[in-house]
């Protein structure tokens, strides 16, 4: 699959996500980002106040790449795929949600933790996927593993990274970029 932000993910190194919180902590944290230079920003939907958060800031900013992660359910991406948002995450893979977004021509990033996740990915024609949690699951010896297993995936490891241990990931072959609620 073709993702528009991969090349822009690659040049970004980090890609921040803001977690959990209210609309004030949402903004608040959104705009740090922006005064760090950031223009690829992922809003988790794990909070009530996160997609009319996230829908007022695109809104707002609209020379700004945000994608919403956290998404669950193949109901939940048909719901916000239709808000257009730059690109979609799931913590975990769905063979429904890979089917929707190719059909309708959607960035999106599922998630994976193991081999055999990895080769449904790749069934599917999906070669961007999000490898969480990354720390939970392994860390970067597990992440070097895979890479030299997977030679044709890019994975963007999220869940536990911060700015100690990020240079550890980033500089991995396959990785693209760290996602991380602590940047």
């Known amino acids: 699959m073709h993702y528009k932000l991969a090349d822009q993910l690659a040049l970004q190194k980090k890609l921040p996500i803001i977690g959990k919180g209210n609309q004030i902590d949402i903004e608040e944290k959104f705009q740090r980002l922006l005064h760090e230079d950031y223009k690829i920003i992922e809003i988790t939907l794990r909070s009530e106040e996160a997609l009319e958060s996230a829908s007022k800031l695109k809104e707002k900013y609209p020379n700004i790449k945000i994608g919403l992660g956290s998404i669950k359910s193949l109901s939940q991406l048909k719901i916000v795929s239709k808000l257009a948002f730059e690109f979609y995450v799931s913590p975990g893979i769905n063979l429904k949600m890979m089917e929707y977004a190719k059909a309708n021509k959607i960035d999106y990033i599922p998630g994976v933790s193991s081999p055999s996740e ?28 895979l890479t030299e ?19 550890s990931y980033i500089n991995i072959k396959n990785v693209l970029a760290v996602g991380s609620t602590s940047f």
């Open 149 to 167: 297993i997977f030679d044709g995936i890019k994975f963007i490891p999220t869940g536990g990274i911060n700015n100690n241990n990020y240079d």
């Open 118 to 145: 990895i080769m449904t990915a790749i069934e599917s024609n999906f070669n961007l996927l999000k490898f969480f949690h990354a720390e939970q699951n392994g860390g970067v010896k597990t992440v070097n593993f």
